[in-house]
Nanobody, 131 residues
Framework: QLQLVESGGALVQPGGSLRLSCAASGSSLDYWTIGWFRQAPGKEREGVSCIRSPDGTTYFSDSVKGRFAISFDRAKNTVYLQIENLKPEDTGVYTC????????????????????????WGQGTPVTVSL
């Protein structure tokens, strides 16, 4: 029932900032777990940040902790990923996903490992960090 559409990816210089959006339609995100994943050529898929909308529980991977923030805007039915101090290694396609039953750690870790498939995927938005 859900459709997820990402936006906000861009070419950004190192040290810059981006805000990525995951806009949902078809159903409210009020009772879902939503995750942001990224993948670059030659690298494994990584669950960078996840949030459980009913209680606001969040997860961040060690590689992005302190630089990324995730938030849920109920009025806009949109999950945001705010990225600060971008590094070249942040380059990749960023995709959001939603799952009805996953806990936050299960979403970010198990989905990245391919153990679990979320209920819905978006199409992704590319982020390139370069001079």
């Amino acid at each position: 029932q859900l459709q997820l559409v990402e936006s906000g990816g861009a070419l950004v210089q190192p040290g810059g900032s981006l805000r990525l959006s995951c806009a949902a339609s078809g159903s409210s995100l009020d009772y879902w777990t939503i995750g942001w994943f990224r993948q670059a050529p030659g690298k494994e898929r990584e669950g960078v940040s996840c949030i459980r909308s009913p209680d606001g529980t969040t997860y961040f991977s060690d590689s992005v902790k302190g630089r990324f923030a995730i938030s849920f805007d109920r009025a806009k039915n949109t999950v945001y990923l705010q990225i600060e101090n971008l590094k070249p290694e942040d380059t990749g396609v960023y995709t959001c996903a939603a799952d009805k039953w996953s806990t936050v750690p299960n979403m970010c870790v198990s989905v990245a490992l391919g153990v679990r498939e979320p209920d819905y995927w978006g199409q992704g938005t590319p982020v390139t960090v370069s001079l």
